[in-house]
């Protein structure tokens, strides 16, 4: 039922657990939503304050499985929320959607980030029917491009000039998708 954090299934990998947000992962999220240099390529500017990050947790917490999916990633040891991973744009009719991601920069490469979208790959694929998963990404953010093509998604057209408004700046995207090879998503 879209609304209820208990409809977003916990996806989990050897040192990971997506599961649904709580309130009290508002401090783990600003740890990256408050960074600038995390959210430098991110479709909104950083947090100023951990009262920002909350009120956005509230919203991110309404899930909507036909729309939208998003899940805290959380460290299997501790169980601190270090990011989220998301989907968006879902458009059922054409079996396609958006993935995002993002994640406190202290944990940045370490493979964390791999692990969570490779789960959150095979959910969109398996769970969801997905044919198509697209991901939009700037230019200059190579940290993320490599990853997208680590996990075997294409560059396919860009740059996309001036795709997204950031605070008052508008930003280039590329756009990066990966076509499901298994029988469901055909």
């Given amino acids: 039922m879209a609304g209820d954090s208990e409809s977003v299934p916990v996806l989990e990998t050897p040192r990971l657990r997506l599961r649904p947000f709580e309130l009290s ?4 999220l600003h740890e990256a939503y408050g960074d600038p240099e995390a959210m430098r390529y991110w479709d909104f500017p950083a ?7 909350e009120r956005a947790l509230r919203w991110v917490m309404k899930h909507n499985p036909y729309a939208y999916g ?3 990633i959380a460290l299997k040891d501790g169980g601190r929320c270090i990011g989220l991973v998301n ?16 994640l406190a920069r202290r944990y940045w490469r370490r493979g964390l980030m791999t692990e ?28 993320s491009a490599r990853l997208a093509e680590k996990l075997g998604f294409r560059r396919e057209s860009g740059p996309l000039r001036d795709r997204l408004l950031v605070g008052d700046t ?5 756009m990066y998708a990966l076509i499901s090879r298994s029988p469901q998503g055909q």
């Fill in 25 to 28: 992962d508002a401090p783990g």
């Fill in 47 to 53: 947090h100023a304050s951990l009262a920002e990050t």
């Fill in 70 to 72: 998003v899940w805290a």
């Fill in 87 to 102: 989907y968006h744009h879902r458009e059922q009719r054409n079996r396609r959607l958006e993935v995002g991601y993002i």
């Fill in 116 to 143: 969570a979208m490779t789960a959150l790959l095979e959910h969109c694929f398996e769970a969801l029917g997905v044919r198509r998963v697209e991901a939009l990404i700037h230019p200059e953010n190579l940290a």
């Fill in 170 to 174: 508008f930003q280039d995207q590329v």
